[in-house]
């Protein structure tokens, strides 16, 4: 009797820390959406100020959302005692793509507290491919599951590798134009500014790439 009391508590003390792998890769995906609404919210921002109040409030909202996402991966990475994937890499993962949103939530907050009052096609086209990228990330993050699924999830981190470098490129000609053609001052370092912002949300897209890249290795 007191042999099977002792494996009774030893299996519910130890089933808390086996494997929670569908709740880790739950969360990426919880926190991927997340990216991409506020990729589509910042989008309609940077193309129209029509509801500039609500955009920004919106994509603070979202941020904060993934902000918990964030806590409850990194929470129950603390308490799981094996892990789907290294414990570094899940931190790791989760934590950039957290970056993500504080990115879009800076951009937002920017346009903002700068009382930007018009904004350019070129702030719109970076805003399409912060969204592009954010989408790609969640197709990545929603293969993670299955390494199975490796040479669709490097052909993902590959389209955003691509959409990286396009924003490179679109946020090289913004700039050149901006210091050729703006005349003011005030509004060239308000513009200059949300360019940056913009242009390092794919940067930190492609840092998530990266460490899928880095954990198809891993796991190959």
Do not use: W
């Amino acid at each position: 009797m007191k042999k099977n009391f002792f494996s009774l508590g030893a299996a519910k003390l130890f089933g808390q820390f086996l494997p929670s792998e569908k709740k880790f890769f739950a969360l990426f995906i919880e926190h991927a959406d997340l990216c991409v609404k506020g990729g589509k919210e910042l989008l309609a921002l940077m193309t129209s100020f029509d509801d500039l109040d609500n955009r920004v409030h919106a994509i603070e909202s979202l941020e904060k959302q993934a902000d918990t996402v964030t806590h409850s991966t990194l929470e129950m990475l603390h308490k799981t005692f094996i892990t789907p994937l290294e414990r570094e890499d899940i931190h790791r993962l989760i934590t950039r793509m957290d970056d993500i949103l504080d990115l879009m939530e800076d951009a937002a907050q920017t346009v903002s507290l700068y009382d930007i009052r018009q904004i350019t096609p070129e702030a719109g086209r970076l805003a399409e491919l912060c969204l592009s990228c954010c989408e790609k990330v969640r197709a990545s993050v929603a293969l993670l599951d299955n390494m199975h699924n490796a040479p669709e999830i490097l052909a993902l981190c590959a389209d955003i590798d691509r959409l990286e470098s396009d924003a490179d490129h679109v946020m090289r000609a913004a700039m050149s134009k901006l210091f050729r053609e703006e005349p003011d001052v005030r509004n060239l370092i308000k513009l200059k500014a949300v360019y940056e912002i913009l242009e390092s949300v794919t940067d930190r897209c492609e840092d998530v790439a990266n460490i899928l890249e880095g954990i198809l290795v891993e796991n190959a």
